[in-house]
């Protein structure tokens, strides 16, 4: 978990606040907010932050909004959602930060949390929540498995539709995780209403696993997709093998060429911003590192 002190996060509050920090922080800010694709951050690497200092430090570093982390070991524990959410919610909002979006553990909505988790975030104005991820049995076959999870979303789906709140399905890596291959994920949505069922395109996922062509996974579920998540990668070759290795956004094999796309097509909708590197301990050299990224990602729909 990325942390700093308290004590370093004012100091590095009374730092900006002198006007010779970041510049062009709220000129970014601005410049990007009539855009059809508004910036979140993702909490989940900022979980030591309060919600004042988190919306501070969102402002700061040019986000529009905050993807806000509403599980276990998150922000806002699933049993407090009631009554810790709309306040963490007000205060964000109090800063001018959007809260459109929320991370859950849901798969099931049958359960008392599920029902008061979904209940209290639609009832604060929030458009969409992050499903949790299913993986595979290894002994039972793959499309048993699918039709499996497609009967448990049914439920999910009349819930939302009750609620009028959307659920995302993220496509994520590696052989254990449904949805590594984007086409499972089309498979399970193909026949639910986007604005009760969707999906979460993750790029870089989607690069590491469809590697030339992700721009056909992209076709084929685009129509689903309710939000991005932005994150970027390199290979790290270690003897005869290669591991994914997280890195600055910009800074690696995410190409720039499906920003451009998105900026030509007609999808609108919030993008998560993910920083899964090892980000700096000290609060100034963390501040400019997510700085950084917010920047390359909005530029990543001009270059």
């Known amino acids: 978990m990325n942390r700093y002190s308290r004590r ?11 006007g010779t ?13 009539a855009s059809h694709w508004p910036i979140h951050g993702f909490s989940k690497h900022f979980q ?6 988190l919306a501070d430090f969102a402002n700061k570093v040019g986000w529009q909004g905050v993807d806000l982390t509403v599980r276990k070991g998150g922000h806002i524990p699933p049993e407090e959602a009631e009554t ?42 929030i458009r969409m929540y992050r499903l949790a991820y299913w993986t595979y049995d290894p002994a039972t076959p793959i499309t048993q498995q699918l ?19 959307t659920g995302g399905f993220q496509n994520h890596s590696g052989e254990k995780y449904v949805g590594a291959s984007v086409w499972d994920i089309w498979y399970l949505l193909k ?12 790029i870089g996922h989607a690069v590491i696993e469809g590697g030339l062509s992700w721009p056909t996974d992209w076709r084929l579920v685009s129509q689903h997709v309710a939000a991005i998540y932005a994150k970027d990668f390199r290979w790290q070759k270690t003897g005869r093998t290669a591991k994914v290795e997280w890195c600055e ?15 030509e097509s007609s999808w609108s909708g919030p993008i998560s911003l993910h ?18 990224d917010t920047l390359a990602l909005q530029r990543a729909f001009v270059s």
């Open 84 to 125: 810790l959410l709309p306040k963490f919610i007000k205060v964000l909002r109090s800063h001018g930060q959007l809260v459109q979006m929320i991370t859950t553990d849901i798969k099931e909505a049958e359960t008392d949390n599920s029902q008061r988790i979904l209940r209290v975030a639609s009832d604060n104005g």
């Open 275 to 292: 920083h899964e590197y090892a980000l700096p301990n000290e609060p100034l050299a963390r501040l400019e590192k997510v700085h950084g």
């Open 191 to 202: 026949e639910f209403d986007p604005r009760e069922v969707s999906m979460f395109f993750d």
């Open 48 to 53: 030591d932050l309060d919600a004042h200092e």
């Open 249 to 263: 956004f910009g800074q690696g094999f995410v190409p720039g060429r499906f920003f451009q796309s998105l900026s």
């Open 147 to 165: 039709d499996q999870i497609r009967r448990q979303l049914d439920p999910i789906a009349q819930l939302n539709r009750s609620l009028k709140i």
């Open 21 to 33: 920090l970041f510049s062009s922080l709220l000129e970014t800010k601005a410049v990007h907010s």
């Open 8 to 18: 370093g996060f004012s100091t590095l509050s009374a730092a900006c606040a002198t």
